[in-house]
């Protein structure tokens, strides 16, 4: 009978080995260098392609790429143009609540752990799990997003404050304004007070009644700002709702209460507000950039002098409850606890740590890293002590951007290496390390018991990217690839194109343009297949680096002799192929969106700019997806990470050799002591047992 009770696995996307060895060695990571202690460490190798969507649902299902099907961000299926693609990013990423199209759990063909335990009589909580939304359980609990304390997916405007009597402040500093109450960065919004005109039904007051008018957005998202990043706000929209204010005395008194109405008449009143009392909620419909939506908000009564000069409400956030919790009321709970958080009813650590949280949270921004980790953190804590669960799963999408960002600022062999900015980076790195950790400690102490498997994984790492590759030019001179003018633009030219290199979001590998499989194919199958694939073999592994003359290319092969990666099935493309260490794909030349400097360009290898790689995301100095698991280069590799502490494992080991991440779920499932799920094809990790001891 197993030991194990229950199972946490808490998913840290990109984190490093080597910089987890680094960083715990250097004591800024207690938590997990407490769990290494405790248990067993290994670096991990990656089901190919060495990404996101890929190893998550490796990690989920213990199946690998080929089975699963979820090769990188977009799947591209038989049958469809090579310009549709079924691109998971939104869905990992979420811009909004339920607007994605494509999900990772619905095209996935493996079943997940916790289908699998729920199927067992187990209870599963999942929170920002990448494949966890839309809910494929029906029992447990399952959170889109960090939920109402860092995501975009409830929040839908700043807070704001409405002053009269004071001079309105000018634009504070991002990250001082907490989540749901506070000052929008903008700045409070003036109030102005006159003498009512035009009420019904005004209720006695012992000082002549004053109004106002509380001005809030209809219009309510997020918004790219003038560097490309995503800020929640209000947008610059004229229609607004107005809310009617009414400052009321009591007899004998002054000013001491504050109605509000949706019309100018006291019976339909929404609230009356005394200082230091809350309004109910407030709900209303607001427009997004993407749907419609049921908002919500409560106003919060700061100060009112008796003599009316001086009034300070609060408004909090816009909270969209719906579409990024299960089961139905989850979100309403998980935002009332938050305001409580934050309003000083719940005392100690916890307001600490969400009054840290500020307004915004894109996953491309670094300096979000700490309160999108505190607010997970507090959620977590707060679902996994209120509801029973056997299964917790967390994830957290850091430090991945920080990798692509910065990598390339520590490696010495970059052409632009400058020490000072190297050691700044490094100091990044550190702190976020050390955020992360943070993260791990919190839910350990919170959540975990005696008879708890704590897991700590990565999906993959990343490497510096020293010199970028555009594979388009080496296909247009032998033939491979073709372009032409139609309506003035340059397209692909279907009629003469045999080959298609896929990149981003396409994995990347490269089709073959097959007659009877693709609707503009051209290439018969059989032996003229088989040539094309042996052609385009030849041509990757022709191309050369005009300063080395090395091949940036280290591995190319047909799909088939692809298998002993997780290489097989119809969203792997036709050749496989592998990039050397420290080269990248240029992210700029897309095969099936060519540019007219793609036909003027000398070479296939360019080095990375002093600014970095411009990509749709920002400067990027750090790539992962095209690597093999075990690549490496100037001190980092793209290896996962695995840290297993708890009952039935080793204590203080590090494996010889690294498992796979397909191998996580089956060891979880039998330390549990429930199925592995029907498609897991991963094997349990026996060395990391208590029993395989001295074995």
Not at 177 to 195: C, M, T
């Amino acid at each position: 009978m197993s030991r194990v009770k229950r199972v946490i696995l808490i998913g840290i996307d990109g984190l490093m080995p080597e910089m987890v060895e680094k960083f715990v060695a250097e004591g800024n990571m207690p938590a997990i260098g407490r769990l290494m202690a405790e248990g067993v460490y290994s670096p991990m190798y990656s089901s190919p392609p060495v990404d996101t969507p890929t190893n998550w649902t490796s990690l989920g299902t213990g199946a690998w790429t080929g089975t699963h099907g979820l090769n990188s961000f977009g799947i591209h299926f038989p049958g469809e143009p090579f310009d549709q693609v079924h691109d998971v990013s939104l869905n990992i990423f979420p811009r909004f609540a339920n607007i994605s199209k494509v999900n990772l759990n619905q095209l996935s063909r493996a079943e997940y752990i916790w289908q699998a335990a729920e199927r067992a009589g187990k209870k599963c909580i999942l929170v920002n799990y990448p494949g966890g939304w839309p809910p494929n359980i029906k029992k447990g609990i399952v959170v889109d997003g960090s939920g109402p304390y860092s995501s975009v997916l409830s929040r839908l405007s700043h807070p704001n404050r409405y002053i009269a009597g004071d001079e309105v402040q000018g634009p504070m500093p991002l990250v001082s304004v907490p989540l749901g109450l506070g000052d929008n960065p903008r700045g409070p919004i003036p109030l102005s007070l006159a003498p009512a005109a035009g009420w019904r039904n005004l209720p006695s007051s012992s000082r002549p009644p004053l109004e106002g008018e509380l001005v809030v957005p209809r219009s309510v998202g997020f918004w790219a700002d003038k560097d490309g990043r995503w800020r929640v706000g209000d947008a610059s929209s004229s229609e607004k709702l107005v809310y009617h204010l009414l400052l009321l005395g009591a007899q004998g008194g002054g000013y001491d209460r504050v109605l509000i109405s949706r019309e100018k008449d006291a019976k339909e009143a929404l609230c009356v507000l005394k200082v230091g009392e809350w309004s109910g909620w407030l709900r209303a419909d607001f427009e997004t950039p993407y749907a419609p939506v049921r908002g919500k908000f409560r106003l919060h009564l700061e100060e009112l002098s008796s003599d009316g000069r001086r009034v300070s409400l609060q408004r909090t956030v816009i909270f969209n409850a719906e579409g990024w919790a299960y089961p139905e009321g989850v979100g309403e709970e998980l935002i009332e606890e938050m305001l409580a958080l934050e309003s000083g009813e719940r005392a100690g650590e916890e307001e600490e740590l969400t009054q840290k949280v500020p307004v915004v949270c894109p996953v491309y921004e670094p300096t979000s890293v700490p309160h999108q980790a505190a607010g997970i953190a507090a959620m977590t804590r707060y679902l996994a002590q209120k509801y029973p669960w056997d299964l917790l799963f967390v994830q957290i999408h850091a430090p991945d951007s920080l990798n692509h960002e910065a990598l390339g600022e520590l490696c010495p062999w970059w052409k632009y290496y400058d020490p000072q900015r190297a050691e700044e980076a490094w100091e990044r790195f550190r702190q976020e390390y050390e955020v992360l950790d943070g993260l791990v400690g919190e839910i350990v102490s919170s959540c975990a018991g005696p008879e708890t498997l704590v897991v700590v994984v990565s999906d993959h790492a990343a490497l510096p990217v020293l010199k970028t590759l555009w594979l388009g030019k080496g296909f247009l001179e032998a033939g491979l690839l073709a372009y032409k003018k139609e309506n003035d633009k340059l397209v692909v030219d279907w009629a003469r194109t045999r080959a298609v290199p896929g990149d981003y979001p396409l994995a990347l590998n490269v089709w073959v343009n097959l007659k009877g499989r693709d609707p503009e194919g051209i290439v018969d199958s059989g032996k003229e297949y088989e040539s094309v694939c042996k052609e385009i073999t030849r041509v990757l592994y022709s191309l050369r680096d005009p300063e080395t003359g090395e091949c940036p290319i280290v591995l190319a092969l047909p799909k088939d002799e692809a298998t002993f990666l997780g290489q097989w099935d119809d969203t792997v493309g036709d050749v496989v192929y592998f990039l050397r260490p420290g080269y990248g794909l240029e992210p700029s030349l897309r095969n099936l969106e060519p540019q007219e400097r793609m036909l003027t360009l000398r070479d296939y290898v360019y080095p990375v700019p002093p600014t970095g790689i411009e990509t749709r995301y920002g400067r990027m100095l750090g790539f992962h997806g095209a690597y093999l698991p075990n690549a490496a280069i100037c001190g980092s590799s793209v290896r996962a990470v695995l840290v297993m502490a708890g009952p039935g494992i080793r204590r203080g080991y590090c494996l010889p050799v690294p498992p796979w991440t397909v191998d996580v779920t089956p060891t979880m499932a039998y330390l549990l002591g429930v199925p592995a799920p029907a498609q897991a094809e991963g094997q349990i990790i026996a060395n990391a047992l208590e029993d395989s001891e001295g074995s």
